[in-house]
């Protein structure tokens, strides 16, 4: 991209009329602006279609909730001075961790792929 193409990741004012220096990182979010009568080429760097080939549920994923399971848990033993089982906090953190890692692992890929599309971007 040159100096003046922006890379827009989130709904902002969608007032603005989209220029052909836009870009978006998908079709989805392309939909809520406004496009100026012309028709412009795909300016979006994913489509709806490509999010449905990432793996949501990976071996990462899982490992990384199991070791944080088990590190959380000794923490939280030593912080309510219990003896309670990894199991025990499993039930208690694992959704939330799984939401959370799973959720920094969708976008990691996300933006590796952009990065690799597009050297060079400024952030709007």
């Known amino acids: 991209m040159s100096?003046?193409?922006y890379l827009i990741t989130d709904i902002l004012d969608n007032h603005y009329k989209i220029k052909k220096n836009f870009y978006f990182i998908d079709e989805y979010l392309s939909k809520f602006y406004k496009h100026n009568g012309g028709k412009i080429d795909k300016n979006y760097l994913f489509s709806i279609k490509s999010y449905s080939e990432i793996d949501h549920s990976s071996d990462f994923v899982f490992k990384r909730v199991s070791k944080y399971r088990t590190q959380l848990s000794q923490k939280l033993n030593v912080?309510?001075?219990k003896k309670y089982s990894n199991k025990y906090w499993g039930?208690?953190?694992d959704q939330f961790l799984y939401l959370l890692i799973n959720k920094i692992y969708i976008e990691t890929k996300i933006f590796k792929k952009v990065s690799v599309k597009k050297k060079k971007y400024n952030c709007k």
């Open 3 to 5: 100096k003046n193409e």
């Open 79 to 81: 912080i309510h001075n």
């Open 91 to 93: 039930l208690i953190l």
